[in-house]
């Protein structure tokens, strides 16, 4: 016996009948339903609300003191005063909140105001829309084409996936290589991400992944918009930030700055009062 | 000042324009590079050493002939964007024809 080392190879070969009735229909069927979701998607996202003015004002005027706090370097003592004046009182005052009446109310429940809805609706029918033929495909799958080898992968994988890849088939000795059609669900899921974006364009609506993703992080989502933005105490800690606020002015004696660069003065001098 | 200039060098639809295009090469070159995979019979490692070597490849011409070497003309994050970012969907959609053509030339009578 010479010491060569046999491989064990499981050579097995597959009736052409489950090559044309399982396996180009399983491709064939998500690549349609993918197409299909897409559509629907399409015809079901109901126009985006139009925003309120006064719910713009009021997202701006607190971009308006977040940008003064973060730019006061290139507006002059005085100038920076005059405005941190202006906006703090305003604030103080809600001259920019959306209804003056509710200043000193709780904050009223999200569900209650008209325009969220519709958008919360939409977003909870998209979910919809991912998971529920997702779902029905591998219920089909399951269903219809279990108890028998699809296909071999040209991969190994560990152990550990054989129960979950063969699941319908009891045998203990055969590779893990050789797989159920499950396993080519799954394969097609991942797979077919770049045909449909080859054949819907950049943005579809027929991922499955990003279904998966949204399911995980929508949980953490829908407890986040349950509160409404208090602008009004958001307000207040604007204003309370920029009274902290400590300025100093690019161009603070610059006279002297450019003498001393030149060497025309040893040093600058800065006066008492600014 | 200088960060709003970098922030503002590049025009955003056209840069979502060139990913998708990318995207649309790496898809179409991963199923030719999957078919020859699987026709030729690579099994295990040596198919994705084949696949990492044609990404090498492909990610060069992509550099030289398409973005005439400087990449960060066309894409954000130059280097990265092209060979980095995409290699992980590719490899899925190469691993989906790599296993389908073997089944088809090796598996099936």
Redesign the interface.
């Known amino acids: 016996m010479s010491g060569l080392a046999e491989s064990t190879e499981q050579v097995?070969?597959?009736?052409?009948a489950?090559?044309n009735w399982v396996?180009f229909p399983i491709?064939v069927i998500m690549v349609l339903v993918g197409v299909f979701r897409h559509q629907l998607t399409i015809l079901m996202t109901g126009e985006p609300p139009k925003p309120d003015i006064r719910d713009i004002r009021q997202a701006k005027a607190l971009i308006r003191g977040q940008i003064l706090a973060q730019s006061n370097s290139y507006i002059p003592l005085a100038s920076f005063n005059e405005r941190k004046k202006f906006l703090c009182s305003a604030f103080e005052e809600g001259v920019y909140l959306k209804n003056k009446n509710a200043k000193d109310q709780s904050p009223v429940n999200l569900m209650a105001d008209p325009k969220n809805m519709e958008v919360m609706m939409d977003g909870m029918k998209k979910q919809m829309m991912g998971i529920v033929p997702q779902t029905l495909i591998m219920g089909w799958i399951q269903f219809f084409f279990s108890g028998f080898i699809l296909?071999?992968?040209?991969?190994?994988l560990g152990l550990r996936f054989k129960q979950m890849l063969q699941s319908g088939i009891m045998t203990p000795n055969m590779d893990v290589k050789w797989v159920s059609s499950l396993s080519w669900y799954f394969?097609?899921l991942?797979?077919?991400?770049?045909?449909f974006?080859?054949i819907l364009?950049?943005e579809n609506s027929a991922d499955g992944i990003r279904d998966m993703t949204a399911m995980g992080s929508m949980g953490a989502m829908g407890q986040q918009s349950g509160q409404p933005q208090d602008y009004n105490k958001l307000f207040m800690a604007m204003k309370d930030n920029l009274s902290i606020v400590y300025h100093e002015w690019d161009l603070a004696n610059i006279e002297q700055r450019v003498f001393v660069k030149y060497g025309k003065q040893s040093r600058v001098f800065t006066s008492a009062a600014k | 000042m200088a960060d709003t200039s970098e922030l503002y060098k590049y025009f955003e639809p056209t840069v979502?324009l060139n990913?998708?295009a990318l995207?649309?090469i790496?898809?179409?070159t991963?199923?030719g590079v999957g078919t020859a995979?699987?026709i030729l019979g690579?099994?295990?490692?040596n198919?994705?050493i084949f696949f990492l070597a044609n990404w090498a490849v492909i990610s060069a011409l992509i550099l030289f002939v398409k973005c005439q070497g400087k990449p960060s003309v066309y894409f954000k994050s130059s280097f990265m964007d092209v060979a980095g970012t995409p290699l992980f969907?590719?490899l899925?959609?190469?691993?989906?024809?790599?296993?389908?053509m073997?089944?088809?030339v090796?598996?099936?009578?």
């Open positions: 097995m070969f597959l009736d052409p489950i090559r396996l491709t296909i071999k992968l040209p991969f190994p394969i097609n991942f797979g077919l991400r770049g045909v974006s080859l364009g950049g | 979502q990913t998708l995207s649309n790496h898809t179409l991963s199923w995979a699987g690579l099994t295990g490692w198919g994705f969907n590719t899925l959609s190469y691993v989906l024809v790599w296993t389908l073997h089944a088809l090796y598996i099936y009578d």
